[in-house]
């Protein structure tokens, strides 16, 4: 089994910058594709980005690319979302995925990823 935790939502203005970090545990955390999705108020959840096992290949979202960035760290099992130049409609829950993968690939898809985190709050005010 595989536990996801996400950390550093908070309360931020527009324009500002905000990172966020999912941390793994569990057995098969180095064979893990990561993602990150959200879903703001009143909408669906959707797809922000994807990173491969590796690390070697990401996936952006047309509405962040540019602004954010994902990178992973391997030796900690933790993924970190670096959000910048934020804006009001990046307001969402943010959540962390995860699937065993032995590919390079990333996915888009909810219903490709196995775990999830709990989810943390990103409020940019204008």
């Known amino acids: 089994q595989v536990q996801l935790v996400e950390s550093g939502g908070g309360l931020v203005q527009a324009g500002d910058s905000l990172r966020l970090s999912c941390t793994a545990s569990?057995?098969?955390?180095?064979?893990?594709?990561r993602g990150w999705f959200r879903q703001g108020p009143g909408k669906e959840r959707e797809f922000v980005l994807g990173i491969s096992r590796n690390g070697g290949i990401t996936d952006y979202a047309d509405s962040v690319k540019g602004r954010f960035l994902i990178s992973r760290d391997n030796t900690k099992n933790t993924v970190s979302l670096q959000m910048n130049s934020l804006k009001p409609e990046d307001t969402a829950v943010y959540f962390c995925a995860g699937r065993v993968s032995n590919s390079r690939a990333t996915y888009r898809r909810e219903y490709d990823y196995s775990y999830w985190g709990q989810g943390t709050q990103v409020t940019v005010s204008s």
């Open positions: 569990g057995r098969t955390c180095s064979s893990l594709t």
